[in-house]
């Protein structure tokens, strides 16, 4: 099918873009960024908006570099820049990991980082990774720039925070620790498919060996990606054991609320964070 007709505008710099959305955002005017999931649904007439505002041509958005200690990613910067790492220490090969597990590569040279937070999906990668990181996202609209956190941008499927005519300009991670130890498992039917569960463990150690602080997170599952606060407080102050990943599992299991096959989707949150944590906190146990 082809898409219903669409007035195309093509702004070439945030400013023109903003004033273009403020003016068709009350017809159901749109933003076209990569447009790897807006373009499929506007061709099954899923969507129909009679405006598309194409950020494509504004060379700010595609900006990418680190300051501030922080990574700063243009909403327009494409999954493919990641393939790399983009910054040094953990963070950086962090991003290569997940990166991998999205689609297939035709899609992560057109689909952008931006655009998958904005379309809200909850078998993504991108938005699990800005929950647990604690991710900024910046919004801009005729009334200025506003700073969202992840959690609260997110509000449920194909929902976000911004208002109809706001764009994403750019999203903020912290810089990983040097220290810091990372782990990512997600279960999908086939390769380059939307990811059943999956989870995103991110481990600083103490002297000794124990987990100072563990940032532990799902997505596919629920509604939105989250953090397991109580599975957080079971892993941090233990020593990274066999045992401890086993329970840090069953604990991730009771404490999720599947939106569809419960117990399947239980069994398959046990599974993934288990897999996650134990890569992040015994990696040499696993590659033996």
């Known amino acids: 099918m ?8 093509r702004p070439a710099t945030l400013a023109e873009a903003v004033a273009s959305l403020a003016a068709v955002a009350p017809q159901d ?12 649904a506007m061709a099954l007439r899923v969507a129909r908006p009679p405006h598309l505002v194409d ?15 922080a990574l700063r990613i243009g909403a327009l910067v494409r999954h493919a820049a990641f393939h790399r790492p983009v910054a040094h220490g953990p963070l950086g090969a962090l991003m290569a990991g997940v990166v991998r597990h999205i689609a297939h590569w035709p899609i992560r040279t057109r689909g952008s980082f931006g655009g998958s937070l904005c379309h809200a999906d909850p078998a993504s990668e991108w938005p ?25 941008f ?8 911004l208002a109809p005519d706001e764009i994403l300009r750019a999203v903020t991670l912290p810089l990983l620790p040097a220290d810091a130890h990372w782990g990512f ?5 086939r390769a380059g498919d ?6 995103l463990v991110v481990l600083r150690m103490d002297a000794i060996g124990r987990v100072a602080e563990a940032r532990i997170g799902i997505g596919g599952v629920e509604a939105v990606p989250r953090r397991l606060a109580a599975v957080e407080a079971l892993v941090n102050g233990r020593l990274p054991s066999a045992t401890l990943v086993e329970e840090a599992g069953r604990a991730a299991a009771a404490a999720c609320d599947p ?24 990696p040499q146990a696993l590659a033996a």
Not at 185 to 189: H, I, L, M, S, T
């Open 2 to 9: 082809k898409a219903p007709p669409f007035e195309w505008h």
């Open 128 to 152: 699990l990774v800005a929950v647990v990181l604690g991710a900024t996202m910046q919004a801009v609209s005729l009334r200025g720039d506003r700073l969202i956190d992840g959690p609260a």
């Open 194 to 199: 939307f990811a059943q569960a999956m989870a």
């Open 259 to 282: 939106m569809e096959d419960a117990p399947y989707r239980r069994a398959l949150v046990r599974a993934v964070v288990s897999r996650a944590l134990a890569s992040a906190a015994m």
């Open 29 to 40: 005017g749109r933003v076209l960024a990569g447009g790897q999931s807006l373009l499929p």
């Open 154 to 161: 997110l509000r449920g499927p194909l929902e976000t925070a």
């Open 185 to 189: 498992e997600e279960v999908a039917r």
């Open 55 to 69: 950020i494509n041509g504004i060379a700010e958005l595609g900006e990418l570099r680190v300051e501030d200690n």
